[in-house]
């Protein structure tokens, strides 16, 4: 088991730990300055960036619409969350000297060809379909399935299997059984 930030691999106990302590931290960071606990959680990151980019072609619908009545457009504290997912796992990768500039993962390309632009369109209708289905759900699996189970919630726990099963089910299908 290997505990270094320089290895291409990190020991899931190493990042289930640092994980913890983000999540601590958040809680006992937003309720200081916001004085009220914020959870992990990401989805409703991308519905407020789409409001922003919305407010430059379109400001008065933004200002009429219900959601963002409640759920205003603005940059907060996850937007940045979002942000530093992106680059952690940039600054992750290149301790770990594992960096890869790629149009194609092997995985898709065994599968469906070297087709950047098949993979590209893939990937936008697979996002979609998974905001979607974090929207519907009332969050991601970062809300639900991590936050929700460091509170012990229930409905946290059976998203959180939800997610997996889903996930696993999707790559048998994409990939078959000899998927990596």
């Given at each position: 088991?290997?505990?270094?930030?320089?290895?291409?691999?990190?020991?899931?106990?190493?990042?289930?730990?640092?994980?913890?302590?983000?999540?601590?931290?958040?809680?006992?960071?937003?309720?200081v300055?916001?004085?009220?606990?914020?959870?992990?959680?990401?989805?409703?990151?991308?519905?407020?960036?789409?409001?922003?980019?919305?407010?430059?072609?379109?400001?008065?619908?933004?200002?009429?619409?219900?959601?963002?009545?409640?759920?205003?457009?603005?940059?907060?504290?996850?937007?940045?969350?979002?942000?530093?997912?992106?680059?952690g796992?940039?600054?992750?990768?290149?301790?770990g000297?594992?960096?890869?500039?790629?149009k194609?993962?092997?995985?898709?390309?065994?599968?469906f060809?070297?087709?950047?632009?098949?993979?590209?369109?893939?990937?936008?209708?697979?996002?979609?379909?998974?905001?979607?289905g974090?929207?519907?759900?009332?969050?991601?699996?970062?809300?639900?399935?991590?936050?929700g189970?460091?509170?012990?919630?229930?409905?946290?726990?059976?998203?959180?299997?939800?997610?997996?099963?889903g996930?696993?089910?999707?790559?048998?299908?994409l990939?078959?059984?000899?998927?990596?």
């Amino acid at each position: 088991m290997n505990l270094s930030l320089f290895s291409s691999r990190w020991s899931p106990y190493l990042a289930g730990a640092l994980v913890g302590i983000l999540a601590v931290l958040s809680v006992v960071v937003t309720t200081v300055i916001l004085d009220k606990p914020k959870y992990l959680g990401a989805s409703t990151t991308f519905v407020r960036a789409a409001g922003l980019l919305e407010q430059t072609v379109a400001a008065d619908h933004v200002a009429q619409n219900d959601y963002f009545q409640s759920k205003k457009v603005k940059v907060d504290w996850q937007m940045l969350f979002v942000g530093g997912v992106f680059i952690g796992a940039l600054v992750s990768a290149r301790l770990g000297k594992t960096v890869k500039i790629e149009k194609v993962p092997p995985i898709w390309e065994q599968r469906f060809g070297s087709s950047a632009t098949l993979r590209a369109v893939g990937a936008f209708f697979g996002g979609i379909i998974l905001m979607f289905g974090a929207r519907l759900a009332g969050g991601c699996p970062s809300g639900h399935g991590l936050s929700g189970n460091m509170q012990l919630s229930v409905s946290g726990l059976i998203a959180l299997v939800f997610f997996l099963v889903g996930g696993i089910v999707t790559a048998r299908l994409l990939y078959g059984r000899g998927g990596h």
